[in-house]
């Protein structure tokens, strides 16, 4: 979603759409304190941050110290289009993570399904720091 190159941020459907996002590290943190919790309720709910592409958008030009423009590519519309054509063209049955499957991942957090739903638990272990996506950013420069 991010390009650094051109300095821009490439979205489908609405910029303004709530995002969730954490690191594999906080990710496995998290689930490892859970996991220790006797008292781990069934569902938990975290992400180390909210953003919108717009929150992207300042996160790249924070890390960068570039600016960065929005490139909105279409309507979740034709990225679903997107995905079935690429189903069709590279079924790629066999294969653990399909081409598609990424695509039909953005798809589904562009279009709010899989927004996490609030209050989020990240408060319960408060030792865990949360990675900002901003920091993510500054480390894959």
Request: charged share 20%; hydrophobic share 45%; net charge positive.
């Amino acid at each position: 979603m991010i390009l650094s190159g051109p300095r821009r941020v490439v979205y489908w459907g609405d910029a303004d759409q709530p995002l969730d996002f954490t690191t594999m590290m906080n990710t496995a943190e998290f689930t490892a304190a859970a996991a220790l919790d006797d008292a781990t309720p069934r569902y938990l709910r975290v992400a180390g941050e909210v953003a919108t592409i717009r929150g992207l958008q300042t996160a790249a030009e924070q890390a960068s110290g570039h600016r960065f423009k929005l490139l909105r590519v279409g309507g979740l519309g034709v990225l679903a289009t997107m995905i079935k054509i690429t189903q069709t063209l590279v079924p790629a049955r066999n294969e653990v993570f399909p081409p598609w499957q990424g695509m039909q991942y953005l798809h589904n957090m562009l279009s709010g399904q899989a927004k996490l739903a609030e209050p989020l638990d990240n408060a319960r272990y408060p030792g865990i720091r949360w990675t900002p996506v901003r920091a993510v950013l500054a480390a894959s420069k």
